[in-house]
């Protein structure tokens, strides 16, 4: 299923249903109260709002905004801003969710939290997308804060759009506050890495899988999904290992080389803001077609719902390393599985994003700030301790990575509210 600039309708309530699937079902592998299971299953806190911008011809138009708290169990709720046509209650929630399983796996301390707003930001002028921006910061004023909420960039908000919610943020509070959000430029106390950690975790996941299933990442070919800061930091830092990339895509479709694409030039390429496809080093290839693609290994990095029960069979790949959230369906998942094929899950795959979040966050509240090779030390150090806690959770209760990886967060998240009890 190809995905589309207007992002995908496949998100939405059928992936709260996924992440309630999965919650069930990890819930009974544990043996979990079910008094625990059903308060895990709803969100905490959703907050909808309107959100009325002045467009640049000088009409109005009433943007709905999202933010939702799935959990703050272990901390503020923690999760990004998407700006897409997509966005509904229903898969903000679901994103929140995963967020609560992803920080409880990384073992960082943050609750689940996911925002957004139902737009289509790739049509919106830069002063359109700040007015936006900005008046969604106010409505929303009361529910984040550094204690409280953190937003961080998530498809289609970037560092920019950070940088003016901690503006507005901060001078509704009367002073800077950069804890508020994470993934904010460094000069405005972001951390350095925070860019790069996303599509940096999940090669660092990459290459443990490889080592653990004894193969050499010089022997080995890739294709990526999704060209944007997961996606294109992937490939660059496979290739740089000495893998073959054979094809990569962005919203508009591919390029595929089979003796392998030259990365750093294609970077170089898009960051003239050219399409993926206008690359001359290669031949043109669907979105669809690209995950078809035999090659080792196989990273979706794009949006949700692209591996399904339709293409699944036709997937040909040895690892599945997950760097977008929610891309392979239940039964897909399934099929996968019973193909044997290595998965990485998202929640861990991805997870590199959150854990410098972290960084950043810890960052701004000392107001002293790391250097790269620390924030690289201590990101790897938290992907391969989080991958071998999959991977022997995995192989003790004979379940998917995937479930591995939920279990180990759903069951810290438990255990934390069952230590603190329930109000009143
Ligand atoms: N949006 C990213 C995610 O889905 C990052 C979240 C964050 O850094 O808070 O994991």
């Not at 990890?26 to 905490?44: G, I, Q, T, V």
């Not at 506050?177 to 860019?195: D, L, Q």
């Not at 970077?267 to 803001?273: L, T």
């Not at 180990?408 to 109000?423: N, T």
């Amino acid at each position: 299923m190809p995905f589309s600039k207007q992002g995908t309708d496949t998100e939405g309530r059928s992936a709260l249903k996924e992440a309630q699937t999965q919650l069930d079902r990890a819930a009974e592998l544990l043996s979990l109260d079910p008094n625990l299971a059903e308060r895990l299953r709803h969100a905490k806190r959703s907050l909808i709002v309107a959100v009325p911008v002045r467009m640049d011809d000088g009409h109005v138009t009433s943007f709905t905004g999202y933010r939702v708290q799935h959990n703050v169990t272990l901390g503020p709720g923690k999760g990004g801003i998407r700006y897409a046509p997509s966005v509904n209650l229903e898969e903000v929630t679901a994103l929140s969710m995963w967020m609560t399983w992803k920080c409880a796996l990384m073992n960082i301390p943050f609750g689940g939290a996911k925002g957004g707003i139902c737009c289509d930001a790739t049509k919106m002028s830069r002063g359109e997308l700040q007015r936006m921006t900005r008046r969604f910061t106010f409505e929303i004023f009361n529910f984040i804060g550094p204690d409280k909420d953190i937003p961080a960039p998530d498809m289609y908000t970037n560092e920019q759009t950070m940088a003016w919610i901690m503006d507005t943020y901060s001078t509704q509070v009367g002073h800077s506050v950069p804890g508020v959000v994470t993934g904010k430029p460094a000069v405005i106390g972001g951390s350095v890495g925070r860019r790069e950690a996303t599509g940096g975790g999940l090669v660092n996941l990459i290459m443990s899988a490889l080592e653990h299933l004894g193969l050499e990442p010089g022997k080995m070919t890739a294709v990526v999904q999704g060209f944007g800061n997961v996606g294109s930091v992937a490939a660059q830092e496979l290739s740089r290992r000495g893998v073959r990339i054979l094809a990569v895509s962005d919203v508009d479709g591919g390029v595929y080389n089979k003796a392998g694409l030259d990365i750093d030039a294609l970077i170089h390429h898009v960051e003239w803001k050219q399409p993926v496809t206008a690359f001359s080093g290669g031949e043109p290839v669907t979105n669809a077609a690209i995950l078809e693609i035999p090659c080792d290994i196989l990273v979706p990095a794009a949006t949700s719902g692209q591996i399904t029960a339709e293409n699944a069979p036709r997937i040909d790949c040895r690892i599945l390393a997950e760097g977008a959230n929610g891309p392979t369906t239940l039964e897909a998942d399934r099929i996968l599985e019973d193909r044997g094929v290595f998965l990485i899950p998202d929640i861990l795959g991805n997870a590199g994003g959150v854990t410098v979040s972290y960084f950043e966050w810890v960052q701004d509240s000392q107001q002293y700030f790391w250097d790269m090779s620390e924030i690289q030390g201590r990101l790897e150090k938290i992907m391969k301790r989080a991958f071998a806690e999959v991977m022997a959770l995995s192989a003790e209760k004979k379940v998917g990575h995937r479930m591995a990886a939920l279990m180990i967060g759903i069951s810290r998240v438990a255990e934390a509210m069952r230590l603190r009890g329930l109000y009143p």
